[in-house]
């Protein structure tokens, strides 16, 4: 079964950094986009961003609201993807979670599976 | 702010049927980009509950239904169980803003 384990998540001050991974199992990772995805306490979810395979020259996107602060990388031979946070703001505050996308010929592709996710708390 | 817009809360009691809606523009579900819905439950990661629009994963029962059409896409959930109490989110895509979409989420009761 496939399988994804987010880890890394604390408590860090405004202004500070911090270094999420996304570790995947049960699954050809490196043919795989990794997706992040957040959810603030009692709200929605919120696409963070993306980082694309190999073969699509490891391109990466990102929303608006977290672009220029927060990069996304990964590392095929361990299987892991990785969400550096820099200039964290106090809405950063969330649940992270890192998702693949799965191709069934629809576009676009749909989500599955997701990890448990890993809470970020910005605060002083 | 999410670009597709869902109702924030629905209701029903055990054994009616709901319908949640999730309504984009022309620049995503419009524009051919198919809907997805997850289902979280309190306290755990999302699941797929419906892909491309209407086809359900092996394993959700066929009480869950999905349909789309223009700028709109909906999911249908009929014989409501007290387990079917959960958040559900749609999910496209919008090529002129370059990002995956999630709707605002709808809170379903089931009374």
């Known amino acids: 079964e496939e399988q994804l384990v987010e880890s890394g998540g604390g408590l860090v001050q405004p202004g500070g950094s911090l270094k999420l991974s996304c570790a995947a199992s049960?699954?050809?990772?490196?043919?795989?986009?990794i997706h992040w995805v957040r959810q603030a306490p009692g709200k929605g979810l919120e696409w963070v961003g993306h980082?694309?395979?190999?073969?699509?020259?490891?391109?990466?996107g990102y929303a608006a609201s977290v672009k220029g602060r927060f990069t996304i990388s990964r590392d095929d031979s361990q299987n892991t993807a990785y969400l550096q946070m820099n200039s964290l703001k106090i809405e950063d505050t969330a649940l992270y979670f890192c998702?693949?996308?799965?191709?069934?010929?629809?576009?676009?592709?749909?989500?599955?599976?997701w990890g448990q996710g890993t809470l970020v708390t910005v605060a002083s | 702010q999410a670009v597709l817009t869902q109702t924030p809360s629905v209701s029903g009691a055990p054994g009616q049927r709901v319908t949640i809606s999730c309504t984009g523009s022309?620049?995503?579900?419009?524009?051919?980009?198919?809907v997805h819905w997850y289902q979280q439950l309190p306290g755990t990661a999302p699941k797929v509950l419906i892909f491309?629009?209407?086809n359900r994963p092996s394993g959700v029962p066929d009480r869950f239904s999905g349909s789309k059409s223009g700028t709109s896409a909906s999911l249908a959930i009929t014989g409501l169980q007290a387990e079917d109490e959960a958040d559900y989110y749609c999910?496209?895509?919008?090529?002129?803003?370059?990002?995956?979409?999630f709707g605002g989420g709808t809170k379903l009761r089931v009374l």
């Open positions: 980082i694309r395979s190999k073969t699509r020259d490891y391109a990466t």
């Open positions: 491309g629009n209407s």
């Open positions: 022309s620049s995503n579900i419009g524009a051919g980009y198919d």
């Open positions: 998702t693949r996308p799965q191709n069934g010929g629809f576009d676009p592709f749909w989500f599955d599976p």
């Open positions: 999910q496209s895509y919008d090529p002129s803003l370059k990002i995956w979409m």
């Open positions: 049960a699954f050809t990772f490196n043919r795989s986009a």
